[in-house]
């Protein structure tokens, strides 16, 4: 048990100073994971054991011959199932891509190799990561560790479930309007998403480009600012990268009470348009005791108001859903991925392969943005979008002149039971207004664990600054944690050796209930609604 109340900082510390192997690390975790998938459904893909024994095997002669001693050398870590990794299936959870291994690895995948990180397994998704709770994965059904009759949120469900059932100390997500932050909170973990531009998306499988951003998952701020350092950094083969140095504030972060003591004057705003109709009232109340914890210990605490943030959901959903409907577009059955059988032509190949490959959700995003892109309507949704979102930005510029963060809740509930979400498209959609706004203006952005709601599922706080001050977002973000104290962690509950709170057992579940992953496509389709009809 003591591994799984380890960080993972710690943990690589007592592998580099002989107290732990690599794979004695690697196979407590392997135990632990086949202990809790069958009931949280965490991954899709295991890497191979042999692979594992042999990377383990190569980390450790790596450390002690000198060549890895990072901060993470010989930890395990989970990538979230649309980053590509040679060799290992990369599916995007969804039809169209179930049998692709991609014949390279995305960036961030080899800075982590590179710094003797060992790649565990990948991580289920809301299919191409459209979606806000993980059920629309055509593959497989992820359940919230802390309550198996709730989902973990969406798009990095996986990657948020299998950190909180103690799977795996760090996961690697994508968030492109709280695919990290909102699961994160639903599961309560840290999940950190950067300024756009600081994390390569080479070998990332695109939903909206512009938007996109690669972020860590951890059980810590320390934690996460070690994997965002191993990751982040400009590279070459994705132009938007910045040459901005990156900067992790490493004695505050080993140092909780430095942390602490960088509050003083800290100017913090709390926008009253993120608590507004529609918020819980245990999550409003949660931010003002962690805003009043913060004013507290030094800092200048001062509500204000961010009026734009009303058009943050049209802008949002019209710009990823025209970008997603173009990124998507090259999956047509021709080169790889799913094609029909017995297609009569060329188009029925194309409408059929679509069709069948993809689930209702994707279809119905392709489909919004092949309008708001169509002759006539493309000034009056798609360009005053564009012009949204820059006034959006420009708002939030205007008060980071003034202030140096900003505390907003992660989301507006805690995490809702399955069924709930999915049969009211819209209420999905609207449940992104704590988050996308932070894509839109190409910010970094913290979710933190802050308690529990009265269903006892966690509630989480957000923190965002502006771009390239992921320092400042550190350091407020650790001072928080360490003001806010420890926090009961789901692996260490009684029941932990069921992955957390268990309200249904396994007799108990029917097929459904079980996930579709160990179904025949035919039957997953009938599963599935919407999969399987043309459009």
Same mark, same amino acid.
């Given at each position: 048990?003591?591994?799984?109340?380890?960080?993972?900082?710690?943990?690589?510390?007592?592998?580099?100073?002989?107290?732990?192997?690599?794979?004695?690390?690697?196979?407590?975790?392997?135990?632990?994971?086949? /202990?809790? &998938?069958?009931?949280?459904?965490?991954?899709?893909?295991?890497?191979?054991?042999?692979?594992?024994?042999?990377?383990?095997?190569?980390?450790?002669?790596?450390?002690?011959?000198?060549?890895?001693?990072?901060?993470?050398?010989?930890?395990?870590?989970?990538?979230?199932?649309?980053?590509?990794?040679?060799?290992?299936?990369?599916?995007?959870?969804?039809?169209?891509?179930? +049998?692709? @291994?991609?014949?390279?690895?995305?960036?961030?995948?080899?800075?982590?190799?590179?710094?003797?990180?060992?790649?565990?397994?990948? =991580?289920?998704?809301?299919?191409?990561?459209?979606?806000?709770?993980?059920?629309?994965?055509? /593959?497989?059904?992820?359940? +919230?560790?802390?309550?198996?009759?709730? @989902?973990? #949120?969406?798009?990095?469900?996986?990657?948020?479930?299998?950190?909180?059932?103690?799977?795996?100390?760090?996961?690697?997500?994508?968030?492109?309007? #709280?695919?990290?932050?909102?699961?994160?909170?639903?599961?309560?973990?840290?999940?950190?998403?950067?300024?756009?531009? %600081?994390?390569?998306?080479?070998?990332?499988?695109?939903?909206?480009?512009?938007?996109?951003?690669?972020?860590?998952?951890?059980?810590?701020?320390?934690?996460?600012?070690?994997?965002? $350092?191993?990751?982040? #950094?400009?590279?070459?083969?994705?132009?938007?990268?910045?040459?901005?140095?990156?900067?992790?504030?490493?004695?505050?972060?080993?140092?909780?009470?430095?942390?602490?003591?960088?509050?003083?004057?800290?100017?913090?705003?709390?926008?009253?348009?993120?608590?507004?109709?529609?918020?819980?009232?245990?999550?409003?109340?949660?931010?003002?005791?962690?805003?009043?914890?913060?004013?507290?210990?030094?800092?200048?605490?001062?509500?204000?108001?961010?009026?734009?943030?009303?058009?943050?959901?049209?802008?949002?959903?019209?710009?990823?859903?025209?970008?997603?409907?173009? +990124?998507?577009? %090259?999956?047509?059955? @021709?080169?790889?991925? !799913?094609?029909?059988?017995?297609?009569?032509?060329?188009?029925?190949?194309?409408? %059929?392969?679509?069709?069948?490959?993809?689930?209702? &959700?994707?279809?119905?995003?392709?489909?919004?943005?092949?309008?708001?892109?169509?002759?006539?309507? !493309?000034?009056?949704?798609?360009?005053?979008?564009?012009?949204?979102?820059?006034?959006?930005?420009?708002?939030?510029?205007?008060?980071?002149?003034?202030?140096?963060? /900003?505390? =907003?809740?992660?989301?507006?509930?805690?995490? *809702?039971?399955?069924?709930?979400?999915?049969?009211?498209?819209? %209420?999905?959609?609207?449940?992104?207004?704590? =988050?996308?706004?932070?894509?839109?203006?190409?910010? *970094?952005?913290?979710?933190?664990?802050? $308690?529990?709601?009265?269903?006892?599922?966690?509630?989480?706080?957000?923190?965002?600054?502006?771009?390239?001050? &992921?320092?400042?977002?550190?350091?407020?973000?650790?001072?928080?944690? &360490? /003001?806010?104290?420890?926090?009961?962690?789901?692996?260490?509950?009684?029941?932990?050796?069921?992955?957390?709170?268990?309200?249904?057992?396994? #007799?108990?579940?029917?097929?459904?209930?079980?996930? =579709?992953?160990?179904?025949?496509?035919?039957?997953?389709?009938?599963?599935?609604?919407?999969? $399987?009809?043309?459009?």
């Amino acid at each position: 048990m003591e591994l799984l109340q380890m960080q993972a900082e710690e943990l690589s510390g007592k592998i580099k100073s002989g107290e732990l192997g690599v794979w004695e690390a690697v196979s407590f975790y392997k135990e632990r994971a086949a /202990l809790a &998938e069958p009931e949280t459904g965490a991954f899709l893909t295991l890497t191979e054991e042999a692979a594992l024994k042999r990377r383990a095997d190569e980390v450790q002669e790596g450390i002690k011959s000198g060549r890895y001693q990072g901060s993470l050398a010989g930890v395990p870590v989970a990538v979230k199932d649309n980053i590509c990794t040679k060799g290992l299936r990369t599916s995007c959870a969804s039809e169209m891509l179930e +049998n692709f @291994v991609p014949a390279y690895d995305a960036t961030v995948v080899e800075r982590m190799q590179a710094a003797g990180m060992i790649v565990f397994g990948k =991580t289920n998704l809301d299919e191409f990561a459209m979606g806000s709770t993980t059920e629309t994965s055509a /593959l497989a059904r992820t359940k +919230n560790p802390w309550n198996v009759q709730h @989902v973990p #949120g969406g798009s990095s469900g996986g990657s948020c479930a299998s950190v909180a059932a103690g799977e795996i100390p760090l996961a690697l997500g994508t968030d492109t309007g #709280g695919s990290i932050r909102k699961p994160a909170a639903y599961c309560g973990v840290t999940g950190f998403k950067p300024t756009y531009g %600081r994390v390569s998306r080479y070998g990332m499988i695109a939903y909206a480009s512009s938007l996109d951003q690669i972020g860590p998952v951890g059980r810590s701020v320390s934690d996460c600012a070690a994997l965002y $350092g191993i990751i982040a #950094g400009n590279d070459p083969r994705d132009a938007v990268t910045s040459k901005e140095e990156v900067r992790i504030p490493r004695t505050a972060l080993s140092d909780a009470s430095e942390a602490v003591g960088r509050l003083k004057g800290m100017r913090i705003g709390v926008p009253k348009e993120y608590l507004g109709e529609g918020t819980q009232e245990e999550v409003r109340k949660a931010v003002w005791e962690a805003a009043a914890l913060l004013a507290r210990n030094g800092a200048v605490v001062e509500e204000i108001s961010l009026p734009l943030t009303e058009y943050v959901i049209s802008a949002y959903y019209i710009i990823a859903c025209a970008e997603a409907g173009s +990124n998507l577009a %090259r999956f047509d059955g @021709v080169k790889y991925g !799913y094609r029909a059988k017995e297609a009569e032509g060329l188009q029925e190949m194309y409408r %059929r392969s679509r069709s069948e490959g993809f689930g209702e &959700e994707v279809k119905r995003r392709i489909l919004l943005g092949s309008f708001v892109l169509s002759a006539g309507y !493309y000034d009056a949704y798609y360009l005053k979008a564009l012009k949204a979102k820059r006034l959006i930005k420009e708002e939030f510029d205007r008060t980071f002149a003034s202030f140096d963060c /900003l505390l =907003t809740p992660s989301a507006s509930e805690t995490a *809702p039971e399955f069924g709930t979400s999915l049969p009211e498209p819209l %209420r999905m959609y609207l449940s992104d207004i704590d =988050t996308a706004g932070v894509n839109l203006a190409g910010l *970094p952005a913290i979710s933190i664990p802050c $308690g529990f709601g009265g269903n006892g599922l966690p509630l989480g706080i957000q923190l965002i600054a502006d771009r390239f001050c &992921e320092e400042t977002l550190f350091c407020v973000a650790r001072a928080y944690e &360490e /003001l806010r104290g420890a926090l009961p962690a789901v692996w260490e509950r009684e029941d932990a050796g069921k992955a957390g709170t268990r309200q249904e057992s396994r #007799g108990s579940r029917n097929e459904k209930d079980a996930g =579709t992953a160990g179904m025949k496509k035919e039957e997953r389709r009938e599963c599935n609604a919407g999969r $399987g009809k043309a459009v």
